[in-house]
């Protein structure tokens, strides 16, 4: 069975700081991996995805996302975040047959201004 | 292109009670899928459907069914309630459900069970 960890569970950052959240998988199959952000009040939105290739990804409002195949990792970066970026940040896997997403637990991200 | 549409948004409902969501997926999208959004368990799978055949479920008791419609649109519903029901339930849409293509995300409808 697929799971995702999440180690952080909240982050309290201040503006301009630099932004690393944590993400391991645990899935034997080809890995589809994703982050989307939660802003407070929204729909879940799509920060980033990894298929193949590359493994640096970047997003959207300057985010990247690291796959680390030997260590089962993903974790999402930004060099400087804002106060706009305060939202829950989640960690997800695609199933095999692409019609499941496996979701970590979350982590609430506070930027103070 | 306009988002996954969800409705309603809001409902509140008495234990014992059903209750049917509805879901509109992006324009050509085939596949529906559907989660559960709680505080303690966060955000988990119900099931999928692609061209109307459900494809995947989760771990949820029988209480929880769906359907898909020849247009794509997904009904979920929830026949005898329990406070525990209490949940935002998202749907989100896929062009193929199929690895390679990510899922578009609704804005949900907030479940609270009295």
């Known amino acids: 069975a697929q799971s995702v960890s999440q180690h952080n569970h909240h982050v309290i950052l201040s503006e301009a700081a630099s932004l690393e959240l944590g993400c391991n998988y645990s899935?034997?199959?080809?890995?589809?991996l994703f982050w989307y952000v939660q802003y407070p009040g929204q729909h879940l939105q799509l920060l980033l995805k990894y298929f193949s290739g590359d493994p640096l990804v970047k997003g959207i409002k300057g985010f990247e996302a690291e796959f680390i195949k030997s260590k089962f990792s993903f974790n999402l970066r930004k060099p400087s975040v804002q106060w706009s970026d305060t939202a829950e940040y989640f960690c997800?896997?695609?199933?095999?047959?692409?019609?499941?997403?496996?979701f970590g637990g979350g982590t609430r991200l506070m930027v103070k201004p | 292109k306009a988002g996954v549409t969800q409705t309603p948004r809001y409902l509140i409902k008495t234990r014992g009670q059903q209750v049917t969501l509805s879901c509109s997926p992006i324009?050509?999208?085939?596949?529906v899928s559907w989660y559960q959004q709680t505080p303690g368990q966060g955000l988990q799978f119900l099931f999928e459907y692609f061209s109307e055949t459900q494809r995947n479920k989760g771990n949820f008791p029988g209480r929880f069914s769906g359907r898909q419609f020849s247009n794509s649109r997904s009904e979920m519903n929830v026949s005898t309630l329990e406070l525990g029901d209490s949940a935002l339930y998202l749907c989100?849409?896929?062009?193929?459900?199929?690895?390679?293509?990510?899922?578009?995300f609704g804005p949900g409808t907030r479940l609270t069970v009295t």
């Open positions: 997800a896997v695609l199933n095999n047959a692409g019609n499941m997403l496996t």
């Open positions: 324009s050509g999208h085939r596949s």
């Open positions: 899935y034997g199959g080809t890995v589809n």
């Open positions: 989100a849409s896929s062009l193929q459900g199929a690895p390679g293509y990510e899922q578009y």
